[in-house]
């Protein structure tokens, strides 16, 4: 199996900053894209950003120029550094690990998973 770990979420001021990382393990041949979504109370969940494994990234409008993803393969492991940080950011931040090839007890299997999510709350 696989499971995704997230961490590094809290509390920051506006206009501070907070690093999120999301580790996967399992027996993991390949992940096709990693990412961040986020949930705020009463909406429903959006894309935040994205990196591929070959390094290309996506950012939803709102973040672009204050947050930054980026992944080490390696480790499969992705970051989410987050700079300039308004009230409107608060919410549940969830990892997303797609298109993840790996060995199961009955062969190998692709599927995508999720983190169970980590809140980030700013304060104005």
């Known amino acids: 199996q696989v499971q995704l770990e997230e961490s590094g979420g809290g509390l920051a001021q506006a206009g501070g900053s907070l690093r999120l990382s999301c580790a996967a393990s399992?027996?993991?041949?390949?992940?096709?894209?990693m990412g961040w979504y986020r949930q705020a109370p009463g909406k429903q969940r959006e894309l935040v950003a994205t990196v591929t494994s070959g390094g290309t990234t996506t950012y939803t409008d709102s973040v672009k120029g204050r947050f930054t993803i980026s992944s080490d393969s390696a480790k499969n492991t992705v970051y989410l550094q987050m700079n300039s940080l308004k009230p409107e950011d608060t919410a549940v931040y969830y990892c997303?690990?797609?298109?993840?090839?790996?060995?199961?007890?009955?062969?190998?299997?692709?599927?995508?998973?999720w983190g169970q999510g980590t809140q980030v709350s700013v304060s104005s």
């Open positions: 997303n690990a797609g298109g993840v090839k790996y060995q199961s007890g009955s062969g190998i299997r692709l599927r995508d998973y």
């Open positions: 399992g027996s993991i041949f390949s992940i096709d894209v």
